[in-house]
């Protein structure tokens, strides 16, 4: 304690001298969490930290999250330095969906409009038409397929069936999952719903389809936060990373949020949620970074890739408002 204690205390001072801002995901420590918040930062998903860090006046951007999260800031604010706790925090989705090869599938199917999920590389962001977020991907979707487009989308193979499924628009799929999401499964669900009789379900759409269709909410991690808040239930089931435990206890002090059940070497595990990249984020790491800087912290990307990449993006955030 006494340790986390004098971190924060000079991170505080490191943020003010570089002039740099603290940019937080949902799924880091709550620790992280709370100094994003106690300096003026943000703490949101992942489209609201992408607008926080191109609107922000500060030359420096630290982004707890994960890579893709920070190759967005450098892509849409190439002025700004952006430093990450680690460079090595990928996610399942970008590591399953190669340039090369999705570049590939693209070019099978010239005549799809490509919509890329934001879990992705500057390279695959570069070959898509539209990027989103989960927040907004359905509503995106649904205003592409009125305009009688057929899609391509990738990588998250749950996101976009969910979507295909609700809009009924023609999409064909690259098959990637979320490492995390994947694992929850619907029949220790169904198990504890009857546990706990007047809970409701909050499913994030990365999770399979059988774990979807026992949802009250589906949606983003800030619109499952949200459900949290409105939803007149006092217990609440959880499916996402439970690094957002942390946010919705704080909006919603008097509820009670318990973890959906995933798989773990067949056993029933009720505390795996926790994706292993966003958990590499400490403070220990951030205050490093403001430190050290350079080649272990600071995220590069390509300034043609990043222009390229920068168009479907803005086409998001554009969307979005
Ligand atoms: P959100 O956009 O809902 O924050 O999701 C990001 C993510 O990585 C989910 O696993
Ligand atoms: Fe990627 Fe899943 Fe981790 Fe989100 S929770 S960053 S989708 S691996």
Known sequence: EEQKAQHHERIKTLLKK????????????????????ETGGCVSDSLEMARFGAEHSADTLIVAGVKFMGETAKILTPEKTVLMPTLEATCSLD?????????????????????VY???????????????????ALELVEHLDAQGKKILWGPDRHLGGYIAKQTGADM??????????????????QQLKEEYPNAAVLVHPESPDNVVALADAVGSTSQL??????????TFIV???????????????????????TGGNGATCRSCAHCPWMAMNGLAAIENALTTGGKAHEIQVDPELGKQAMIPLNRMLDFAK
């Open 18 to 37: 570089n002039n740099a801002v603290l940019v937080a995901h949902y799924y880091t420590d709550p620790e992280i969490q709370a100094l994003a918040e």
């Open 95 to 115: 590591l399953g969906c190669p340039a090369d090869k999705f570049s590939e599938f693209c070019d099978s199917h010239p005549e799809r409009t490509v919509v």
């Open 118 to 136: 934001a879990n992705t590389s500057a390279a695959v962001k570069a070959r898509a038409d539209y990027v989103v977020t989960s927040s907004m």
């Open 172 to 189: 064909i799929m690259w098959q990637g999952a979320c490492v995390v999401h994947d694992e929850f499964k619907s029949r220790a669900l």
């Open 225 to 234: 936060i949200k459900a949290s808040q409105t939803m007149a239930n006092d």
């Open 239 to 261: 499916a996402t990373d439970k690094g957002i435990f942390y946010k919705m206890q704080q909006l919603a002090p008097g509820k009670t949020f318990i973890e959906a059940p």
